[in-house]
């Protein structure tokens, strides 16, 4: 230490004060757009305003215009451009040429704790901290008063006579508007945006102060303050330490290091960390990251020696049962005065949408995003969100619940079954009011109790084609008793054995059949093969009553299409259709209180044949039926109407034809397309 202490000697003590007379007022200014050389010392300086909260300061210097170096005329020009031609006590340069300029700062750095202005005297350091570090910058104002000017003038010239304007101005309406609630990141948004600064740095008024040079008596007052007042160092305790404080302030304590938590995904847990939550946290952590899930998972994801019956008691506070399965509730999802993602749409109307998919799959085992989308009436991001929520998509067969029915589930806890169904009826009466709908409009499942086992739909399919050609071995024996149909059918056309089947397309039903089955060799229904084709003809009437008393009007692709997925939703092994072919189809329909609209459609259309074939509900036994077949002979003149032709029809007809019932038979049968009206299915979305 000694031969170190040699090397570098001590030449001076210098004694440290610190200033605090200027501590809050003192502002170093600095001109990056001129060398330090060229100072502004000797210019004169005509007005001086500062902003103390901004720390905005703005100097007016004079210019040398006697300077052999300045443009005299277009000084001039540019006071002509900003002032015009008229003498007014507004205007910036009273003596008509450009005598001035004005310089405006911006803060160099926002953070002056590091800075201070020093001064030496006497082997003495007294230190003031700075308040502000500025540049200056020649400010070009000017201009856009020209601007205002040409623009002013303009419009003077192109307005005409200005008493005219008044006067027009006078009988003007006035609009009221009243401004919608600001959400929270919108008012986040309008606060960071440079309008709301540049209103905000308005607001504050100027405070004007007056310049003293360099050389001025007053600032030579001003600069003794930059001095410590009291040299008494039992006064000055900010720079009166003691050896072991000042020690510490240059080596400050270790702190004890923080764990850094390795950043992963938002959606991977640490096991180790959600078991250290109380036990409802637990359970609604997973339910809210995996959203679906059986029982026996859960309780595999808990610690050991996790008490059942009260995890089901937490799990009934965060998720609904749905086929066996615990599904998350929609408000743990989406929180109150919260919104979607995706769309903006509040929370409280998500949860009722979300609520309406996951009672769908209380009844069935498949849903149709068109039919889901149509009723909650919400976005397509958000409906699909949802459904992925909870099931995923299947080939013909719509959105399929993700897992398995766990009947082991429903046979173990019966009562908390029972619980979460008479949960689930008061949730459907709210929906029914929500959506205005009613139980009945969907295909309730024939068996109370959905089928232990889950099939794919690559198994069904073998299952159906197997059970398929047995049947069709049987039926080829008594191929001509098979063709026997029923005596009422309309305008049938001969069938030979060789005919092929309509195999039209169809985005649900290939090669002309349901569901994958395969068509059968008889076109027609067989009313003479036992009970087996009466039950199945029986079953397909019905089908066709209720889906056309919902629908009232369908094509033939769209019937298959809804037939289809009543198909997918039965439990295999539980349907009564064996097979059936486009015909069968057709007659049942025809068979039915229906009748085939004879749409003229163009040359040009693109529709494929089972899309040209339209039926329509005729016959249900109210007078509004009446309506309905006048509306279709409207459209077996032309395949689209408009919508005063529909009511000066019906008023030729009816009297006192109302606009709701007008409304009523277009919301039934038709959709509407740039101002024209199609009947349902005869024209794409």
Known sequence: MASGDDDDPIIEEIDVYLAKSLADKLYLFQYPVRPSTMTYDDVSHLAARIKPKQQRVELEMAINTMSPNYCRSKGEQIAL????????????????????????SIQATTNTSRYAAAVFRKGELHVTPLTGILQMRPSFTYLDKADNKTREREAANEGGDSSQDEAEEEVKAIT???????????????????????????????????????????????????????????????LVKTPKEYLAMLMPPLAEEKVVKPVGPSNVLSMAQLRTLPLGDQVKTLMKNVKVMPFANLMGLLASGTDSTAVLRCIQQVALLVQGNWVVKSDVLYPKNTCSPHSGVPAEVLCRGRDFVMWRFTLERSVMRKEITA??????????????????????????????????????????????????????????????????????????????????????????????????????????????????????????????????????????????????????????????????????????????????????SEFKRLLNLHLASMPVGQSVFQSISDHMLQDAILLSPCRQIMVPFPAQ????????????????????????????????????????LVQTRLAQEFEDVSKAEIDRLLGECCICHAGMWYLKGTIQS
């Open 375 to 556: 009723i909650i009436k919400l976005p397509p991001e958000d409906v699909k969100e949802f459904l992925e929520h909870v099931s995923a998509p299947r080939v013909n067969r719509g959105w399929e619940f993700l897992l398995p029915t766990d009947a082991e589930f429903i046979k173990k806890h019966p009562d908390v079954a029972h619980r979460q169904h008479m949960l689930w009826l008061g949730i459907q009466s709210k929906l029914e009011k929500v959506f205005n709908f009613s139980k009945e409009d969907f295909m309730p499942k024939s068996s109370p109790q959905p089928e232990p086992v889950h099939l794919s739909g690559e198994q069904r399919l073998k299952a159906a084609q197997e059970r398929a050609q047995e049947h069709r071995l049987s039926l080829q024996k008594d191929l001509d008793a098979k063709r026997v149909g029923s005596s009422i059918h309309i305008k049938q056309e001969p069938i030979t054995e060789d005919e092929p089947m309509d195999t039209s397309s169809s985005s649900s039903i290939p090669n002309g059949s349901i569901n994958g089955y395969p068509s059968s060799a008889s076109p027609g229904f067989d009313h003479t093969n036992g009970n087996g084709a009466n039950a199945s003809s029986q079953e397909l009437q019905e089908f066709v009553k209720k889906t056309f008393r919902k629908h009232f009007v369908l094509t033939l």
């Open 176 to 238: 009221v508007r009243f401004a919608r609630p600001e959400s929270e990141q919108a008012r986040q948004r309008r606060v960071q945006s440079y309008e709301f600064l540049q209103k905000k740095q308005a607001e504050e008024p100027w405070a004007h102060l007056r310049y003293h040079g360099v050389k001025d008596g007053r600032s030579e007052h001003e600069r003794q303050y930059l001095f410590c007042q009291s040299v008494d160092a039992s006064q000055n305790t900010d």
């Open 605 to 644: 259309s693109t529709a494929a044949p089972d899309e040209q074939k339209v039926f329509g509900l005729w016959e249900t036994g109210e007078d509004f039926d009446r309506h309905r077949r006048l509306l279709y002979d409207l459209f077996t003149k032309n395949y689209r109407v408009r919508r005063n």
């Open 81 to 104: 451009n900003v002032d015009g031609t008229a003498y007014d006590e507004t205007n910036t340069y009273t003596a008509k040429m450009m005598d001035k300029q004005t310089f405006s």
